[in-house]
């Protein structure tokens, strides 16, 4: 039903959707358009099949919205409070605006759990398939790669970081900081990332990138990671790789902001590519430490509510 109703909405009603039409509508004529695989075989089904643009945005809807809810219900502990978080957070983002994004998260949501499973051959084919939907889910994926290959030989667990764990953990987080804002300022420099991007990707995320991270995004991506380190670093969540991912997504979408700072439309995008396991790793903090696991998510629901209903413009309808 959710995804019908996104699929139905008005043509002006979010930002991107009017794109998308007019993308799929071109594709279906024969011309090229910039943008993955999947979304050319998508529109060509599509329009096959006489449902045009709607069952194009059905699908990636679909692909989005359901493998999350289903794993949500069935393999989470407070199924309910995961779809608070998950709905407050980047559902309007990624489910009804970036639907690609979405499509290709819902994906590699599906894959990680299908690894907790001992299901490795499906694992890698669904993620890599993620790839198609969106090309930025290249490095969700290759990072999931890194982090499969530390967990199967055991350079990292959950709560296995020794007698100086706290120590450890605030250390890291202060020199990827540092790091973030020196070393790899070189981010800065446009014209590397214009040799490497398609046209469209370069001018709507490079051009775009005139503005900065606001202060509140920027306190609550801080405070996130550092829940997310300190949750694994102490051993505050479940021993098992869906919750340790989660955690270090957490933290990986404050270095994201931080490797590009001077294009904060790139951070912000792949910041909120990796906050999309939030439910995961708060619901499992809840678990396993609830005294610490309650009030945390008693902050990120609010500040999430706080950014859908007074800050995000996303899903507002264009003049």
Same mark, same amino acid.
């Given at each position: ?51 045009? =643009?709607? !069952?194009? +945005?059905? @699908?990636? &809807? %679909? ?5 999350? $809810? #289903? ?130 990707? =370069?001018? !709507?995320? +490079?051009? @775009?990138? &005139? %503005? ?5 995004? $920027? #306190? ?10 300190f949750s694994c670093a102490l051993g505050w969540l479940p021993k ?35 906050l999309s396991f939030l439910p ?40």
């Amino acid at each position: 039903m959710i995804s019908l109703f996104i699929a139905h909405r008005p043509p002006d009603s979010f930002f991107d959707t009017n794109n998308y039409i007019e993308m799929a509508t071109r594709a279906n004529d024969g011309f090229e358009v910039n943008a993955e695989p999947s979304f050319e075989f998508l529109s060509s089904i599509s329009f096959n099949f006489g449902t045009g =643009a709607v !069952g194009l +945005l059905f @699908a990636y &809807a %679909a692909l989005g919205i359901v493998p999350k $809810i #289903i794993l949500i219900m069935r393999r989470l502990p407070y199924p309910y409070l995961a779809l608070l978080l998950y709905f407050s957070g980047n559902f309007i983002l990624q489910e009804m605006v970036q639907v690609r994004v979405g499509a290709a998260l819902g994906l590699l949501w599906l894959s990680m759990f299908l690894f907790m499973d001992g299901r490795m051959f499906w694992a890698i084919i669904l993620s890599v398939l993620a790839t198609s939907f969106h090309y930025s889910a290249f490095i969700v994926f290759a990072i999931a790669i890194v982090v499969i290959f530390a967990y199967l030989n055991k350079f990292i667990r959950v709560g296995r970081l020794g007698n100086q764990k706290l120590i450890l953990a605030i250390s890291i987080i202060t020199v990827s900081y540092l790091i973030g804002l020196t070393v790899f300022n070189l981010t800065s420099n446009e014209s590397l990332l214009y040799d490497y991007l398609p046209n469209r990707y =370069a001018d !709507g995320y +490079l051009v @775009a990138s &005139a %503005a900065s991270y606001g202060i509140g995004r $920027i #306190i609550f991506v801080f405070f996130v990671s550092i829940v997310g380190m300190f949750s694994c670093a102490l051993g505050w969540l479940p021993k098992q790789f869906p919750y340790l991912f989660a955690a270090l997504s957490a933290y990986i979408s404050l270095i994201a902001m931080c490797l590009f700072q001077s294009q904060p439309v790139v951070g912000s995008r792949l910041a909120d590519m990796f906050l999309s396991f939030l439910p995961i790793l708060i619901v499992g903090l809840i678990k396993a430490k609830p005294r610490i696991g309650w009030p945390v998510f008693l902050i990120v629901l609010v500040a999430q509510a706080i950014n859908i209903i007074f800050y995000a413009t996303y899903y507002q309808a264009i003049d």
